[in-house]
């Protein structure tokens, strides 16, 4: 008589991890080893994509603007025209306007700064190269009027005007002339590079006009991909996690722009009142600047400052002082109007995070260091917090500000020795009120 087979899942459970754990293995060893390969694969993917990453941005960030369009204006104007209409409600017409002027919008945009700002940002800085010697006689002039009086501080300041003056003609002579060959090239490059960007910025936009006409379509596919491949309670932590990284940059990035667009306003009109040199140029370096968190006003206001001292020493002066003021006015102002609490972390992990960022990732670092890290940081708090919640222990931060420590053997809580008296002082000031009352109390009836 022949056994029977009894089938067991567990088997298959157990080769099935087997296989799975030899497999990354084996992809991980193939990774190290050919990690220069892997990565100029991954730059390959992401140079063919670049559109579609470009039109996914562009959905992003039109998204918001997209949304107030279609529930202010155009659903309302919809659902009159459609009243009386019983195939439709209007709303797919309300879309399509909304992405249509969403995308109007961001071309006006792209138009202005290209064909306003960018020309005449190019001619003061071409200004300023084509009489940087001039500007700097008039510095040292400046310099030998302010130092007269100080002849050894004269003679220095000179003496270094003049090894600039040197100096900065023979890196013409030698560096600068026998390299013009090499001009052309360069210019090939970057009309090529320019080219190419204008190339996937249009083809960006056709796919942000799909993304942004069935938003809701592909975010349901994603969802349902989601709950295919995942558990329930894992995908529910997922989209709950998508949510917070949402809110976090969205927030962050609007507000940073809106913030950064009102204090180069503010500047271009102060400055113009001024009459500060290259007004429109200094006025875009503050207001692009300022998008960095903490050393944005910094570096704005250096090169500016430079710019206006080589003009006018005495409106340099002013520059500064003026600046001064309209950060302060933005940090305590309109940066707290706009952004609010955004990025729920101290002014310590601000600069932490904007210094590893810029380090690590350059001008993009510096921009989106502080919402990374705000993600990163909160989803190490929500593991520590879930930690301690499941030993029992305090996980409020602000219970270890009066914790001297905690008994290892019983897990009770042992505050610093200044609390405990702290405590004691009021546990007997509460005791003689009570029994002061209590005297007060007594005395009528006797």
């Given at each position: ?105 961001l ?85 090529y ?13 056709i ?23 995942l ?8 989209r ?51 998008i ?44 707290p ?35 990374v890290?705000?993600?990163v ?69 006797a």
């Amino acid at each position: 008589m022949r056994r029977r087979f009894n089938w067991d899942k567990r088997y298959l459970y157990w080769g099935v991890t087997a296989f799975c754990v030899i497999a990354a293995a084996l992809l991980f060893y193939f990774a190290v080893g050919n990690i220069t390969r892997l990565v100029d694969a991954v730059n390959t993917l992401v140079r063919i994509l670049a559109p579609f990453i470009w039109g996914v941005v562009i959905c992003y960030l039109l998204s918001p603007l997209m949304r107030t369009l279609e529930n202010r204006l155009f659903l309302p104007l919809a659902r009159k025209l459609y009243k009386k209409s019983k195939k439709s409600d209007g709303r797919k017409f309300a879309r399509a306007l909304s992405v249509l002027f969403s995308e109007i919008i961001l071309i006006l945009i792209l138009v202005a700064l290209v064909y306003l700002i960018l020309p005449q940002v190019l001619s003061s800085i071409q200004i300023i190269i084509q009489n940087s010697g001039t500007y700097v006689d008039n510095l040292s002039d400046w310099a030998d009027g302010l130092f007269e009086n100080y002849p050894f501080l004269d003679q220095y300041i000179g003496d270094v005007f003049d090894n600039f003056n040197t100096n900065f003609g023979n890196w013409l002579q030698t560096t600068l002339l026998p390299r013009v060959g090499n001009v052309v090239t360069s210019i090939t490059s970057g009309v090529y590079g320019v080219a190419k960007s204008i190339y996937n910025l249009i083809i960006g936009i056709i796919v942000s006009i799909y993304l942004l006409s069935d938003k809701e379509g592909f975010l349901a596919a994603v969802k349902r991909l989601s709950y295919a491949v995942l558990s329930v309670e894992t995908a529910e932590r997922a989209r709950m996690g998508i949510n917070f990284v949402d809110r976090t940059f969205m927030s962050f990035l609007n507000g940073k722009l809106l913030d950064s667009l009102i204090i180069g306003i503010i500047c271009y009109i102060v400055c113009s009142i001024l009459q500060m040199p290259f007004t429109l140029l200094v006025s875009v370096i503050v207001g692009v600047t300022n998008i960095i968190p903490f050393f944005g006003p910094l570096i704005g206001a250096i090169p500016s400052a430079l710019i206006i001292l080589m003009v006018d020493p005495t409106k340099c002066l002013i520059f500064v002082i003026f600046v001064i003021i309209l950060q302060q006015i933005d940090g305590n102002i309109i940066g707290p109007r706009i952004l609010g609490n955004s990025t729920g972390i101290t002014g310590f992990w601000v600069m932490f995070s904007i210094i590893l960022g810029g380090g690590l990732f350059g001008f993009w670092g510096l921009l989106l260091g502080v919402p990374v890290f705000v993600v990163v940081y909160s989803l190490m708090t929500n593991l520590i917090v879930k930690k301690l919640k499941r030993e029992d222990l305090p996980y409020e931060i602000e219970d270890y500000k009066e914790l001297e420590y905690i008994d290892p053997a019983t897990l009770q809580v042992v505050k610093k020795a200044s609390v405990r008296k702290e405590e004691l002082e009021r546990e007997r000031a509460a005791k003689l009120q009570l029994s002061r009352e209590s005297k007060e109390q007594e005395k009528p009836q006797a």
